[in-house]
T-cell receptor, first 115, second 114 residues
Framework: AQSVTQLDSQVPVFEEAPVELRCNYS??????LFWYVQYPNQGLQLLLK??????LVKGINGFEAEFNKSQTSFHLRKPSVHISDTAEYFC?????????????FGTGTRLLVSP | IAGITQAPTSQILAAGRRMTLRCTQD?????MYWYRQDLGLGLRLIHY???????GKGEVPDGYSVSRANTDDFPLTLASAVPSQTSVYFC?????????????FGQGTRLTVV
C-alpha cells in the first residue's frame, strides 16, 4: 500500500517569490507520482507527473518537481509565483504493477499568494 | 468536449433520504472513480470501475453503492444518507486503471446532509 504526506497545510507567499510545496510518500513497491491542482470551486487537474526517466519533471504554469527516491520525496517548486497560482495542491501516488492501481492523495497544501 | 459532467452541483439532503449523484463522461475512458473530499483528509476513493459491468470498493465504500451499466455513466447512490456523508464528491475517469494514466475530474457535487 502507498501513503502520501504533505506536511504543510497552508503556505503563504508573496507574488514573484519562489515557493516549494513538500510531498513525501511511502510504498513497498515502485511508484508513479503526480501533482494535481484545484482552483476554487473546481475539480482537480493534472499539474505534472513522474513515470520514469529524468527525476526533474516540468509541468504546466511554470511548475516543476523533483523525484528523490532515497528521500522518498516529490517536492513541487516554482521560481516565481503569481496571484493566479493561489489554489490547493495535491500530491498523489500510485503503485506500479498489474491490476487496478489506486491513486492515493495527500491531504493537500493551500498556496496563498498575496501582492 | 465536455469531459466529465456531474449533477447536481450542490444539494441539501435530509438524513435518511436516498440520493443518486450522477456522473457522465464523453472521453470513452474505460475506468471511472468516485472520491469524496473532506477538509484535512484530502481525497478518498469510494468506489471505482475498471470497465463497464465491473465495480470495486475503494477505501471508504460503506453507505455508498455504484453501478456501471455502460462506458459513459457511473452513478453513485447513497441509500440512506447520514450527516457524516456531508462532503464534496468528485467523479473521475482515466484511460486505463490509475497508474501511469492521468485522471480527469468533474467539477464536484457539494452535498450537505442535515
Amino acid at each position: 500500500a502507498q501513503s502520501v504526506t504533505q506536511l504543510d497545510s497552508q503556505v503563504p507567499v508573496f507574488e514573484e517569490a519562489p515557493v516549494e510545496l513538500r510531498c513525501n510518500y511511502s510504498s513497498s513497491v515502485s511508484v508513479y507520482l503526480f501533482w494535481y491542482v484545484q482552483y476554487p470551486n473546481q475539480g482537480l487537474q493534472l499539474l505534472l507527473k513522474y513515470l520514469s526517466g529524468s527525476t526533474l519533471v516540468k509541468g504546466i504554469n511554470g511548475f516543476e518537481a523533483e523525484f528523490n527516491k532515497s528521500q522518498t520525496s516529490f517536492h513541487l517548486r516554482k521560481p516565481s509565483v503569481h496571484i493566479s497560482d493561489t489554489a490547493e495542491y495535491f500530491c498523489a501516488v500510485s503503485g506500479m504493477g498489474t491490476g487496478f492501481q489506486k491513486l492515493v492523495f495527500g491531504t493537500g497544501t493551500r498556496l496563498l499568494v498575496s501582492p | 468536449i465536455a469531459g466529465i459532467t456531474q449533477a447536481p452541483t450542490s444539494q441539501i439532503l435530509a438524513a435518511g433520504r436516498r440520493m443518486t449523484l450522477r456522473c457522465t463522461q464523453d472521453m470513452r475512458h474505460n475506468a471511472m472513480y468516485w472520491y469524496r473530499q473532506d477538509l484535512g483528509l484530502g481525497l478518498r476513493l469510494i468506489h471505482y470501475s475498471n470497465t463497464a459491468g465491473t465495480t470495486g470498493k475503494g477505501e471508504v465504500p460503506d453507505g455508498y453503492s455504484v453501478s456501471r451499466a455502460n462506458t459513459d455513466d457511473f452513478p453513485l447512490t447513497l441509500a440512506s444518507a447520514v450527516p457524516s456523508q456531508t462532503s464534496v464528491y468528485f467523479c473521475a475517469s482515466s484511460d486505463g486503471g490509475l497508474g501511469r494514466t492521468e485522471a480527469f475530474f468533474g467539477q464536484g457535487t457539494r452535498l450537505t446532509v442535515v
